[in-house]
């Protein structure tokens, strides 16, 4: 794989497994000796296409082993399973992914919130702040946990939308909302 398209099979993998709350990749060629359900296999990754640089490639399993045996991006943790080297890693590649594949508001509140608290699930917050440089989520993060602001890039919205984000937050703090943890 060139560069380009280690990137796109990372922005896979990123997805699926931080959106399926899974911590890494059982790399392993027996898949029925995958026995452990905090791993996706390299058979529920693999299959169909992705893009690099406008050119259409399959994302196979030796696609898959590549991206995860030979980049910093993963580190192993035992027989024939890797994890991500640092969580942040997957957050930021999820969140590409999303973007570049052109994921609508409504599905991304789908996938981030709390069918019925209407909160951002907890575990999925970094890749809702890595999302923020998108307006609609930004105001989806001001609606549903405004205290996510802190870890948004704020700087790359205008002026207005960097006040009703300041606005959100001194709201969420009048009524108590705010955590300290967001200071350390």
């Known amino acids: 794989l060139n560069p380009d398209q280690r990137l796109q099979v990372a922005m896979r ?24 359900a905090a791993f996706l296999s390299i058979r529920e990754i693999s299959g169909g296409l992705e893009s690099a640089q406008g050119t259409d490639f399959a994302v196979t399993d030796d696609a898959l082993r590549e991206v995860t045996t030979d980049t910093r991006l993963f580190t192993p943790v035992g027989p024939e399973r890797v994890t991500w080297a640092h969580r942040t890693y997957a957050e930021f590649l999820a969140s590409r992914y999303l973007m570049a594949h052109g994921i609508p508001i409504e599905q991304i509140r789908a996938l981030l919130c709390h069918p019925e608290m209407g909160r951002l699930i907890p575990q999925l917050r970094g890749v809702a702040a890595w999302l923020g440089s998108r307006p609609d989520v930004l105001r989806l993060i001001q609606d549903t946990d405004a205290e996510l602001l802190f870890s948004v890039d704020l700087t790359m919205h205008d002026a207005s939308t960097r006040a009703a984000a300041v606005d959100a937050i001194l709201a969420t703090a009048r009524k108590g909302g705010l955590s300290d943890a967001w200071l350390t």
């Not at 699926?16 to 027996?30: A, F, M, P, Q, S």
């Open 13 to 36: 993998i990123a997805a699926l497994t931080t959106l399926c709350g899974r911590i890494g990749v059982w790399i392993g060629n027996d898949h029925d000796q995958q026995s452990d």
